[in-house]
């Protein structure tokens, strides 16, 4: 079997092979992911992560939603402790940079309208979009970017921040801890680590295994204050 059927509710999918689960169970699991979520700023420096670890993180992040598919994000994955230092002094000297066993620099791409055929073709191929479905949301995507560098930005910051969440879930559910980061300065960043002038970064993740000292998750706001049914 295929796994074409894996966005449905109810259903996982693992490599080629579907294995139902009852719903309730599917959305446990992702509760308790969410529910458990800290941001860490005590990390445990003895323990790394191997490269497959990351790139399986990573590839799970790339799985997030982006608008038209266009996947305009670009991830960097800090793990070397040169590279850490480089990280460390344009982003505040935080020592969780050099503490973690990775830190991701995730960024949000300009114009990514110019990417858009590239990377939706793959739907055609595979059949799960048309030919005309693909040049109706070229043409669109077209129409709404080109020339509008403020609602470029606008669309990679939105979509590297759905990577990141998406990084930080994953990470959470492999038994690690994340700690997002605004802290540091993009022109240093975009510098140290050769980033082309359409590549903004958005936010520094850090990622590996969480000593015990770190809080609790801190309580939210009322739902009240937040949500209006209408």
């Not at 080629?16 to 445990?44: C, H, Q, T």
């Not at 497959?52 to 993180?57: H, S, W």
């Not at 969440?165 to 994340?178: E, F, K, N, P, R």
Request: hydrophobic share 45%.
């Amino acid at each position: 079997m295929t796994n074409r059927a894996c966005g449905h509710l109810g259903v996982a999918a693992c490599g080629s092979i579907e294995l139902s689960l009852p719903m309730g169970s599917i959305m446990k699991n992702v509760s308790e992911l969410i529910e458990s979520r800290i941001s860490a700023n005590a990390f445990d420096t003895s323990r790394g992560l191997s490269d497959e670890q990351i790139e399986g993180l990573v590839r799970l992040a790339t799985l997030a939603p982006s608008s038209f598919n266009a996947q305009n994000w670009k991830v960097i994955a800090v793990r070397t402790p040169e590279a850490k230092q480089r990280l460390k002094k344009v982003a505040y000297d935080q020592p969780k940079i050099a503490d973690a066993a990775v830190t991701f620099i995730i960024c949000g791409t300009l114009a990514a309208h110019k990417g858009l055929p590239e990377a939706l073709l793959p739907s055609v191929e595979k059949g799960i979009i048309e030919r005309s479905v693909f040049d109706t949301w070229v043409a669109m995507a077209n129409g709404m970017y080109e020339g509008n560098e403020v609602f470029q930005r606008d669309e990679a910051i939105r979509s590297a921040s759905l990577c990141a969440m998406t990084l930080m879930l994953a990470a959470q559910g492999q038994g690690l801890a994340s700690g997002p980061m605004i802290g540091f300065d993009p022109a240093g960043v975009a510098r140290e680590f050769q980033l082309s002038a359409s590549e903004v970064p958005a936010m520094l993740i850090a990622v590996g295994y969480a000593l015990p000292q770190n809080w609790p998750q801190k309580p939210r706001k009322a739902l009240k204050q937040v949500l209006t049914l209408v």
